[in-house]
């Protein structure tokens, strides 16, 4: 079952809301990914977790907080996003975190904010 | 020089021919070599995945790798119209992270 899941499929918040988005994956995988896609672009890492530890974290702005709860479950909480934040937000998982590992995508979460 | 150049298309071709995706990468380090297909709205998913020089084929899929010239390529044959959709080419960088670096995608529109 090579399966990454997602919710919510889609959200719209205002500028002072505050969500959170889920992934989680049942593959065994310890290492998690959050990617950030605006449209006609490849996607771009936020965030990397390795046996449940961040590692990887690419200079994203502190309103994007990631959370790793255990090795199947990834959170992004958002608050006070900009609307230059809409995007498609896509969780992967692989299995350690390493190189030659392939990277198993989500369906991912569309992301408006007004 | 971007970390992994595809030339963004569209690249057009008809029916039943083969299609041919280029990649480019400047790593010379990066062991390990990926495609990805993504429809328009929907996520990316694995088509192929390359770690030596050579060629891999799976079903219709061929990729095809050369490190000496630092390029990947994918051929796609007998192309379909579901073949329509942006394909991504992902590398690893030379340090053991795990980070994908991703090409800006070719977009190919196969016409019936």
């Known amino acids: 079952d090579t399966e990454v899941t997602q919710t919510p499929k889609h959200l719209v918040m205002g500028m002072t809301n505050k969500k959170s988005l889920k992934c989680e994956q049942h593959?065994?995988?310890?290492?998690m990914y959050w990617y950030k896609q605006k449209a006609k672009k490849p996607p771009e890492l936020m965030f990397v977790?390795?046996?449940?530890?961040?590692?990887i974290n690419e200079s994203v702005p502190s309103r994007f907080s990631p959370e790793c709860p255990n090795s199947s479950l990834l959170n992004l909480h958002l608050h006070a996003l900009q609307p230059e934040d809409s995007a498609l937000y896509l969780c992967a998982s692989s299995q350690t975190g390493t190189n030659q590992e392939t990277q198993y995508f989500g369906p991912g979460t569309r992301l408006l904010v007004l | 020089q971007k970390e992994v150049e595809q030339n963004s298309g569209p690249l057009s071709v008809p029916e039943g021919a083969i299609a041919s995706l280029n990649c480019t990468y400047s790593d010379r380090g990066s062991q390990s070599f990926f495609w990805y297909r993504q429809y328009s709205g929907k996520s990316p998913e694995l088509i192929m995945s390359?770690?030596?020089?050579g060629d891999k084929e799976d079903g219709r899929f061929t990729a095809q790798l050369n490190k000496a010239s630092q390029y990947v390529s994918l051929l796609i044959r007998d192309s379909q119209p579901s073949d329509s959709a942006t394909y991504l080419c992902?590398?690893?960088?030379?340090?053991?992270?795990?980070?994908?670096?991703f090409g800006q995608g070719t977009t190919l529109q196969v016409k019936p």
């Open positions: 992902a590398v690893h960088g030379s340090g053991n992270t795990g980070k994908l670096i």
């Open positions: 390359i770690y030596s020089n």
């Open positions: 977790y390795s046996y449940e530890k961040l590692s």
């Open positions: 593959m065994g995988h310890r290492a």
